[in-house]
């Protein structure tokens, strides 16, 4: 199991910059962050597969970026150009048990979560 904890979130304006943080224990396969805003599923927003080839959804590319830092047992989600859409909970996923059959954007490849960072864009 790989347990994670997410930070960083807040309120931002409209165009605006925010850093998340996760800060994760054990190994994993792939990392990812995902979103779930209010009355809607939970959606990838970017992942780091295990030879570090990254993968983002169509909504954020060019605008956010993701890394990593094994020495450090983190990863970050870098977000710029904030959308009032881009509100919603961010979490970190990690994938310990290998599922190569889903796709490094869905939900069901990834077995260990964090809690969550809220992330408020206003106008």
């Known amino acids: 199991q790989v347990q994670l904890v997410e930070s960083g979130g807040g309120s931002v304006q409209a165009g605006g910059s925010l850093r998340l943080s996760c800060k994760y224990t054990?190994?994993?396969?792939?990392t990812a962050w995902f979103r779930q805003a209010p009355g809607k599923e939970r959606e990838g927003v970017a992942a780091i597969a295990d030879l570090g080839l990254k993968t983002y959804a169509d909504s954020v590319k060019g605008r956010f970026t993701i890394s990593q830092d094994n020495a450090a047992n983190s990863l970050y989600l870098e977000m710029n150009s904030l959308k009032l859409e881009d509100t919603a909970m961010y979490y970190c996923?990690?994938?310990?048990?290998?599922?190569?059959?889903?796709?490094?954007?869905?939900?069901?490849?990834?077995?260990?979560w964090g809690q969550g960072t809220q992330v408020t864009v206003s106008s």
């Open positions: 054990g190994r994993s396969y792939s």
């Open positions: 996923a990690a994938e310990s048990v290998y599922r190569p059959g889903y796709l490094p954007l869905q939900t069901r490849r990834y077995n260990n």
